[in-house]
């Protein structure tokens, strides 16, 4: 039986990781495998696990403004990769206005504050039965 | 007759109790200055507590300024706190470092950066304390000291010991417990032999107790790590009353106002009690602790940000009935960023009003005999007392840290925060209540929200400062500092010898690590500069 | 596709067999809070010390409800991620207590044929088919903390045989001489030319310990090249074992697969619902009919 796999991690030095744990047991709980890769992260080291791991999709949770540098790093090199992974990037701090920013940079989809973790799950769903996020 | 009068003419008496006071008194109050210590450390001095606000951000130079500008304003203590890498043992040309230099304080990371931060500071009539790893701040600060002719033994002010916390709350050293729990030993011992006016041991409960945790889990949580560390000290053989004199404690403050001011004076009575009767401390200097506090971050909102400034007024009120040493108001722009000039400003005006034009200082813990802050008190005594127990008899506490405990700990009070929130338990206005469409909240706003770029260009300049040092000479003390760790010797004097040549905080992290056996960097990207030679 | 268990993936696995039985094989198992993680990373380091390449499979458990899982082992050597001497892969139990699942058999040789010199296999090691892994490995380490106490002996007996070398963990703990005094004894009952599983100690955070253990699986390697009838007993006794587990599952798979196409069995399920046929009946007949038994012997009716 196949298992949707979803990389779920955190970028640069924010250690805020309760969201990331959050999203990885409701995941868990909806049948899917979560390798959870903690804190710490860089785009090469997110991008290396993907491929060791077939990551269906790369989850990023965020609390500080590293995204906004990390984030487009990390959409090239899956493009140089020839990786075809959709993102999904969800924190507290993402403004409306970054969050389009992100969407328009690839991002596949991203949820800021006032999120509801639900639809998260169903996102990561829908984009790896290949429908693009709402 | 009193030097303070009522607007009405009305005398106002230091301290007000029992014209008689009761044996039972004595036992569970004891006047401002008398053990237990529940109304205050010590009797009436007229003065208030020491303002600051939190300060560091960019480079050593940029906080430098910042410093001037807050003591301009009036500020009688500094505090300062180091940006992310720096509060992770991590210079900041390491790779995970980049995007957060200088962000969320200062970046510091040699001898140099401690000059420039303390640069025109009168180290010998201003308390210096920092949120920054303390091994370092205490190197630097008694070479500082020294190269100006001031006596390491005049400095005053504090740093923190978190072995216990500072893993799961933001700020991983990633050394092992038993490492980190050694380095804050050999730094409290340094320090009570060097620099005795100064606070080797600054237990911060802030920190921790921003991950959910209401006033009791705080202050018990807290306990746990005082008695796990005075516990070891004196299993090295040292004297309670050596070091005991030197610990405080900087607490949080939340927006439950009566609660606040009796976790204070719980606060007071549990530690004097402990020190006497558990430690057998003698001196009173060891039984009487300061408490400082920083007002909470978590309490404040995004949300309609002047909201924020009253916020941080009440808790100065509330503080200041509580009778603190020293304090700092989480700004204004707090959910956003790193304090802007604007908000330190209203930050220590908030403390300067309160301070200058209410009288609260006229009078020494004014709720002292209220029925119910007595009683109050003794609740929140009696539920500390228990949870420090409950905890304790789980096992060994440093077991605890490394089986996952608290960490388990935390992320259940963050989640009973956040559903408390989101449920709208918890009430906060601007945020759940008593909103405005974000489009007419705009009040500053602009102020709030800019952010802080990176410097790109300070992690430059480290290549170039690296490139001039004694690699000899910094071989040989890595080497010295290498075989120190491995010995019983304390390893603050090494420290020091490192620092003096140049050796940077991370490559010092990095031989502590090798030394206990753990990797040079546990993100797997720096070879230990020893690997080389060896 | 060898993680799903298709069928489709064995013949995948066989082009690779020519390529694989190089690599090294060790299990790591042992109850949580061991720091079988930990002891993971220490011998990944010393693996790429010594110049070789490695590849890690870390099995944590599916839960039971979702099917769903948390893969978090690969946290513990992520010091590793940018190092292209070491691959990491993390997989899920999927309903197999042991935390060995058909598809971890199928990654070992994955890696192997990869040119991976060294496979390490940490796995859950928790409920009686921990004893799994042997199968699979060259040498399993079991690992122990102390303050098992008198549990050494309430230690389930499966993982007492499984493991070819024991370490105990976290050897600064003041009872660890004691733990591994107790493991010595259940072991001195070796027969005459088996292998007695050393029992050493180890602090794997700090790096102690860590040589001697590699050096025990040195030791190990020369046993199983004699081999010893002890040896070759076991490993028969192991690949019966693991030779069912396959048939069982591609058994399982095409069955499946009938029961879902073969239209005689559709049809004869409305019997047995309607009372006129006999479940019992029915079966014999369809297992001859799959071709898997002699006819059913009609004098029995």
């Known amino acids: 039986m196949s298992r949707i796999r979803v990389l779920v991690g955190v970028l640069g030095m924010d250690q805020h990781e309760l969201g990331a744990v959050g999203i990885s047991k409701m995941l868990r709980d909806q049948g899917m495998e979560v390798i959870y890769t903690g804190c710490f992260n860089t785009p090469k080291s997110i991008v290396a696990t993907a491929i060791e791991e077939d990551a269906d999709v790369i989850g990023i949770s965020s609390h500080s403004w590293e995204y906004l540098y990390y984030i487009p790093e990390l959409l090239d090199l899956l493009a140089e990769k020839d990786l075809d992974i959709p993102i999904v990037l969800g924190g507290s701090v993402i403004t409306d206005e970054d969050a389009a920013t992100m969407r328009a940079r690839g991002v596949a989809a991203v949820f800021g504050s006032g999120s509801v973790v639900t639809d998260m799950v169903d996102t990561v769903r829908s984009l790896v039965a290949g429908e693009p996020a709402s | 007759m009193s030097e303070n009068l009522t607007r009405s003419g009305i005398d106002l008496q230091p301290v007000y109790g029992p014209s008689a006071p009761s044996a039972d008194y004595q036992e569970q109050l004891g006047d401002p200055g008398e053990y237990p210590y529940t109304r205050g450390t010590r009797a009436y001095t007229g003065q208030g507590w020491i303002q600051r606000e939190l300060s560091g951000e960019g480079d050593a130079k940029r906080s430098n300024e910042q410093f001037k500008y807050l003591m301009d304003l009036g500020q009688t203590g500094l505090d300062v706190i180091g940006d992310s890498p720096t509060m992770s043992l991590m210079d900041p040309d390491h790779p995970l470092a980049r995007y957060t230099v200088g962000t969320q304080g200062v970046s510091l990371c040699s001898h140099e950066d401690y000059r420039q931060l303390l640069d025109g500071i009168p180290l010998d009539e201003m308390s210096v304390s920092s949120s920054s790893p303390s091994m370092f701040m205490v190197a630097s600060l008694y070479l500082v000291a020294k190269e100006r002719g001031i006596s390491p033994a005049a400095l005053r002010g504090s740093v923190i010991e978190w072995p216990f916390y500072s893993e799961n709350c933001s700020y991983a050293y990633k050394m092992p417990f038993d490492l980190h729990l050694r380095m804050s030993c050999d730094v409290i011992e340094f320090c009570s032999q060097e620099m005795p006016r100064f606070h080797g041991f600054l237990e911060d409960t802030y920190f921790f107790s921003e991950a959910g945790l209401n006033a009791v889990e705080e202050a018990a949580l807290g306990f746990v790590e005082i008695r796990h560390i005075v516990r070891t000290l004196l299993e090295r053989g040292l004297d309670i009353d050596s070091f005991a004199p030197r610990i405080a404690i900087l607490t949080n403050c939340s927006m439950d106002f009566y609660e606040e001011i009796a976790k204070i004076r719980a606060m007071r009575r549990i530690f004097a009690r402990m020190m006497k009767e558990e430690f057998g401390a003698k001196d009173p200097r060891s039984q009487a602790v300061n408490i400082a506090v920083h007002t909470s971050g978590l309490s404040l909102t995004t949300e309609q940000p002047a909201n924020n400034i009253v916020r941080g007024a009440v808790q100065t009120v509330a503080l200041g009935l509580a009778g603190v040493s020293a304090l700092e108001i989480s700004t204004f722009d707090e959910g956003y960023r790193t304090p802007s000039k604007e908000a330190h400003m209203v930050g220590l005006r908030t403390q300067q009003v309160v301070d200058i034009e209410t009288n609260i200082n006229s009078v020494q813990d004014p709720f002292g005999g209220s029925w119910f802050m007595e009683s109050l008190t003794d609740e929140v005594e009696e539920k500390v007392l228990a949870m420090v127990e409950d905890i304790e008899s789980k096992g060994d506490p440093a077991e605890l840290v490394s089986s996952g405990f608290f960490k388990q700990f935390f992320h259940g009070t963050m989640g009973r925060f956040h559903h408390q929130v989101h449920d709208g338990d918890v009430q906060k206005v601007g945020m759940n209540v008593h909103q405005v469409p974000a489009e007419q909240d705009t009040l500053l706003r602009d102020i709030s929200e800019e952010k802080i770029a990176p410097l790109f260009d300070r992690i430059e300049l480290l290549k170039a400062f690296r490139a001039g040092r004694d690699q000899e000479a910094l071989l040989a003390a890595f080497q010295r500092l290498h075989d120190v760790v491995q010995s019983d010797e304390n390893m603050v004097a090494t420290v020091i010898e490192c620092t003096e040549v140049g050796a940077t905080m991370g490559e010092i992290a990095g031989i502590l690590r090798q030394a206990w056996g753990t990797p040079y960097d546990p993100y797997g990207y720096l070879e230990s500069p020893l690997d080389g030679a060896r | ?301």
């Open chain 3, 1 to 301: 596709m060898i993680d799903d268990g298709h069928r489709a993936a064995w013949q995948g696995l066989e082009q690779l067999f020519p390529l694989s039985g190089s690599a090294l094989v060790v299990g790591i198992t042992g109850p949580p809070g061991a720091g079988k993680s930990t002891l993971t990373d220490r011998l990944v380091q010393l693996v790429r010390q010594q110049g070789r390449s490695v590849g890690v499979l870390a099995v944590d458990p599916s839960s039971p409800v979702s099917g769903g899982a948390i893969l978090g082992d690969r946290i513990r050597m992520n010091r590793f991620t940018l190092d292209e001497g070491v691959f990491v892969r993390s997989l899920a139990s999927r309903g197999h207590f042991g935390g060995i699942t058909p598809a971890t058999r199928g990654a070992i040789r994955v890696m192997d044929a990869m040119g991976r010199d060294v496979v390490l296999v940490e796995t859950v090691g928790v409920g009686q088919d921990e004893v799994d892994i042997a199968r699979l490995a060259h040498t399993t380490i079991v690992v122990a903390v102390p303050g098992l106490g008198d549990e050494v002996q309430a230690m389930k007996a499966g993982i007492l045989e499984v493991g070819d070398l024991f370490v105990v963990n976290k050897a600064d703990r003041p009872d660890a001489d004691k733990t591994a005094v107790q493991l010595e004894n259940i072991f001195r009952r070796t027969a005459e030319g088996g292998w007695r599983p050393p029992v050493l100690k180890a602090q794997a955070l700090h790096d102690v310990g860590i040589d001697e253990i590699w050096q025990a699986i040195e030791q190990h390697r020369e046993y199983r090249e004699q081999a010893s009838p002890a040896y070759r007993a076991k490993q028969h006794a192991n690949c019966l074992l693991e030779l069912r587990a396959f048939l069982q599952q591609g058994l399982q798979a095409e069955l499946a697969q009938r029961l879902d196409t073969e239209p005689e069995i559709r049809a004869s399920v409305d019997d047995i619902v309607s009372g006129e046929a006999d479940i019992y009946a029915t079966s014999t007949r369809m297992l001859h009919k799959l071709g898997l038994t002699p006819p059913p012997d009609s004098d029995l009716g």
